[in-house]
């Protein structure tokens, strides 16, 4: 069972920066994809990023394509989404997840998720 705990959300200017991350609990973590995802109210939970198992291969959102990058430190156990140029619609709660399949971009092939940490930006 692979626990993930997010921190690093919180509110920032439109423009500004922040920086997330996620923290696993096993060692098998090393061995799984990881997305990040986000949900805002009303909405459906979507897609941000990805990233292999072992750091080589990423995957973004259109909508956070050259503004987000997703790292991951494996001996650290933890992956990073770090934001840039926010923008008031980016606000969400964002969630970690971990597959151990390839990169994926939907929910559903995702089986362990973090319990999210909110983003708030203002305009």
């Known amino acids: 069972q692979v626990q993930l705990v997010e921190s690093g959300g919180g509110l920032v200017q439109a423009g500004g920066s922040l920086r997330l991350s996620c923290a696993a609990s096993e060692r098998t973590f090393s061995t799984y994809a990881m997305g990040w995802f986000r949900q805002a109210p009303g909405k459906e939970r979507e897609f941000v990023a990805a990233?292999?198992?072992?750091?080589?291969?990423?995957h973004y959102a259109d909508s956070v394509k050259g503004r987000f990058t997703i790292s991951r430190d494996i001996a650290r156990r933890t992956v990073y989404l770090q934001m840039n140029s926010l923008k008031p619609e980016d606000t969400a709660v964002y969630y970690c997840?971990?597959?151990?399949?390839?990169?994926?971009?939907?929910?559903?092939?995702?089986?362990?998720w973090g319990q999210g940490t909110q983003v708030t930006v203002s305009s």
């Open positions: 997840a971990a597959t151990p399949r390839r990169i994926r971009d939907t929910p559903d092939e995702y089986n362990y």
């Open positions: 990233i292999s198992w072992r750091g080589a291969n990423t």
